[in-house]
């Protein structure tokens, strides 16, 4: 797995916030840095049903504020048209950057040529925009790696490694089944390779199989991360698959409402209320409070923690780059080509959680508290 010195630290935002100078054109034709502005940059965020967007949201805000921006935020509930309306609407109002994290990420390439029509610099949030060369920057987590986690996370509840990675002691066979995001995301491509690379040894040698033979992301796809649509489609590999009494012993799943929906459907089958009572092992993403709390009881066995508030310092720190006149710094100029392009990349690293590194990783750093594990509210 690649590794990057992550540059989104407190100090180094300190200085970039010192040196806010904003240098987009504003409606009126001045520059922000003419006008003694801050300047208005526009964040489009794909829905609010998602905890880490609202959570990618409010960071984002915040920070830009700090720095000395009017910001305009908005949530598209998770509807292509609405997104481009918003983005249309930021363009008109006088943005001077865009920070979009797209829910159709073919689905902007008017957006982004207005904005380059008028020199409006595009950031990439975390969701990279395809086929447009009007995408500046891309700021986001190590995706491949993040699928190399999930996967990883996934043998260790089997018992085939441990925890820090290593071999551990079970031999299987195991039984296995497949989830993916949705295939208009372009992040659930790169989870899926990571994820598939590294399990595919364990396929080869029989230590892991798949019984339903659904082993192409087309096939394990769940549109807009539907945590409804992941519950259905487990539903139906039960009943297609094991209701002859075969066991299922594990779940690769690449978001927490998938996992949840997974979660649902196994439980509603019969498998046992907790892992040691016979519940399959059921990896995640993000550290949403719910799964967190499910981890906590023993009921889902890993997630991934990409630190929105890294990934919100990274996304400023871009912005004040651009608003200066500057190049920001990227550490990945390779991965990431959205079809006409390879863009230019901050690729930060996320953690895997397991109830035996929850606290450290997620209390003690203030991401989320002991009442709201309690709860499962944020």
Known sequence: MRRF????????????????AGGGAGSDGSTAEESGEGGLIGVAMPTETSERW???????????????????????????PTQQQQIDQMITKGADLLIVASIDGTALSNQLQAAADQGIPVIAYDRLIRDSEN?????TFDNYAVGHQQATSLLAGLGVLTEDGSDGDATGPFNIELFAGSLDDNNAHFFWQGAIDRLEPYIEDGTISVPSGQTE???????????????????????????????????????????????TALQNDGSGPTIPEGLPVVTGQDAEIGSVKLIDEDVQYATIFKDTRKLADQAVIVAQAFLSGEEPEANDTESYDNGVKVVPSFLLVSDVVYKSNYYDLLLETGYWTEAQVASGQS
Request: hydrophobic fraction near 45%; charge should be negative.
């Open 217 to 263: 992301i087309e096939q394990a796809a769940t549109l807009r991360w539907s945590q409804e649509t992941a519950q259905k489609r487990m539903e139906d590999l039960l009943t297609s698959t094991y209701s002859d009494g075969t066991e299922l012993h594990g779940v690769l799943s690449p978001y927490d409402g998938i996992s949840r929906g997974i979660i």
């Open 5 to 20: 010195t992550i540059a989104a630290t407190g100090a180094v935002l300190a200085l970039g916030l010192a040196a806010c």
């Open 135 to 139: 995408v500046d920057f891309y700021v």
């Open 54 to 80: 609202i959570a990618d949201g409010n960071a984002v805000k915040a920070g830009l504020e700090e720095a000395g921006y009017d910001v305009d935020l908005q949530y598209a509930a998770d509807d292509i």
